[in-house]
């Protein structure tokens, strides 16, 4: 596999930690401030948490800022999820051809969080295995952090519509009355189960700028290696819920409503999970996927390509069908 690092260290940035707990909600409070800027602690999920740079030196296509926007006309009466196209448009995009971390808030992929990043955990650019195009990211956890859980991702911060440049940690984010498609494809490869109090978690996207309210995760922390919800109210499992495959490419799409209060997961096109939760922001603020573990990990390696945020214009209304919209669902132009 070849693989080009990357040294986070030389963007700084401010960011905030995605938290994982329990159901029940917990209060979000600043630990300390590293170098890189503010940073917040969570409680280990545990046994409830199913309950809820430097330039790499490639270069690539054009660069766009990963802010390809389609201009979604309203569909006509008959159109929509049932019709030929819906009304979306595209936030944000990457496909990690250029080498850098310039798509992303804090130009960073947080490789030196934790206090034994150095020698954990690692991140940066490879060709094999990608998913389409040269280059994808991969990330990997290699020993145990004893005092820690594991951080090292990439992270986005949005002012309405639009990623900041840095993190900001205010404001508001994203306000999107039907609803935000996210679609990303993980390759995961592991010696062991989760479980048992050991979390892989894949997405997390939280409603409250401030950090002010429970973060939202999907992520894999049962030996079934099921997607699950965590941090929400109540979930409902589809009875044929399938299990997430190693050593492949897995598409995942994640629909999440903050007026609603709805968050839907599919995995390579089949509905996996239906989740509820509550809080009082409507809007969605940060959004984070990678090597986002539990402590007790030592031997993961994750590898990420083609993601995508669409902003609904209008409802989904059929959620036994993947709202898949870089690919057979089409954004109306």
């Not at 389609?70 to 019709?83: H, I, K, L, N």
């Not at 995009?93 to 850098?100: A, I, L, P, Q, Y």
């Not at 804090?106 to 389409?132: I, L, M, Q």
């Not at 189960?193 to 050991?198: A, H, I, K, S, V």
Request: proline content about 6%; aromatic content about 10%; charged content about 25%.
């Amino acid at each position: 596999m070849g693989t080009r690092m990357i040294d986070s260290n030389a963007a700084s940035h401010r960011g905030a930690r995605p938290h994982r707990s329990g159901a029940v909600a917990v209060s979000l409070v600043a630990l300390l401030a590293l170098g890189c800027g503010d940073t917040r602690d969570e409680p280990d999920p545990g046994a409830d948490a199913s309950s809820g740079g430097d330039d790499a030196g490639t270069t690539g296509p054009g660069d766009d800022g990963g802010r390809d926007r389609v201009d979604a006309g309203r569909a006509e009466p008959d159109g929509g999820p049932s019709g030929p196209c819906v009304a979306a448009r595209r936030l944000w995009s990457e496909d990690f051809e250029t080498g850098g971390y310039e798509r992303w808030t804090g130009r960073s992929y947080n490789a030196e969080w934790g206090p034994e990043s150095g020698s954990c955990r690692e991140n940066g650019f490879t060709d094999s295995p990608v998913r389409s195009g040269a280059w994808a990211h991969r990330s990997a956890i290699t020993c145990r952090s004893h005092t820690d859980v594991h951080r090292g991702y990439g992270g986005l911060e949005f002012a309405g519509d639009v990623p900041e440049e840095w993190y900001t940690n205010d404001g508001e984010g994203i306000d999107a009355p039907h609803g935000v498609v996210n679609t990303f494809w993980d390759y995961v490869d592991t010696p062991y189960d989760f479980g048992g109090g050991r979390w892989l978690s894949l997405f997390t996207v939280n409603t409250d700028c401030a950090w002010g309210e429970r973060v939202l995760t999907v992520g894999l922390d049962q030996p079934t290696r099921r997607l699950t919800p965590a941090h929400v109210d109540s979930t409902d499992f589809d009875p044929d819920a399938p299990s997430f495959p190693l050593r492949e490419w897995v598409r995942v799409t994640v629909y999440v409503n903050a007026h609603t209060g709805d968050l839907h997961v599919w995995q390579n096109g089949q509905h996996v999970a239906h989740s509820r939760f509550s809080g009082r922001s409507t809007d969605l603020c940060q959004w984070h996927w990678g090597a986002y573990a539990s402590g007790d990990n030592d031997a993961v390696e994750l590898v990420e390509d083609d993601q995508s945020l669409w902003k609904l214009e209008e409802p989904w209304t059929d959620f036994s069908r993947e709202p898949w919209l870089d690919g057979d669902v089409p954004a109306c132009e």
